[in-house]
Nanobody, 115 residues
Framework: QVQLVESGGGLVQPGGSLRLSCAAS????????MGWYRQPPGKQRELVAR???????YYEDSVKGRFTISRDIPKNTVYLQMNSLKTEDTAVYLC?????????WGQGTQVTVSS
């Protein structure tokens, strides 16, 4: 099993930055894929970015060039650096791990972009 704990959300003005953290309960090099998803109010959950156990990254088109997914292996933590935030980035952001053919989710952290 994998437990995931997100942190780092909050209220930020348009154009601002936030860094989200997702701490895993086991070594992230043993986790096939870790990803960040978001669920805007009244909308479906969508993939934002992911990173494989080998370090290969993927980004959804709307965040390319603004968001960066990275990891700190000794800390078992994956980060999402979000720059140039827009109001449409407002959502609950959730961390997901695919481990042993199962999906594990964190509890989510709220990101609100508003002036």
């Amino acid at each position: 099993q994998v437990q995931l704990v997100e942190s780092g959300g909050g209220l930020v003005q348009p154009g601002g930055s936030l860094r989200l953290s997702c701490a895993a309960s086991r070594s992230i090099t043993s986790i096939k894929i870790m990803g960040w998803y978001r669920q805007p109010p009244g909308k479906q959950r969508e993939l934002v970015a992911r990173i494989t156990e080998g370090g290969i990254t993927y980004y959804e088109d709307s965040v390319k060039g603004r968001f960066t997914i990275s990891r700190d292996i000794p800390k078992n933590t994956v980060y999402l650096q979000m720059n140039s935030l827009k109001t449409e980035d407002t959502a609950v952001y959730l961390c997901k791990a695919i481990y042993a053919w199962r999906d594990y989710w964190g509890q989510g952290t709220q990101v609100t972009v508003s002036s």
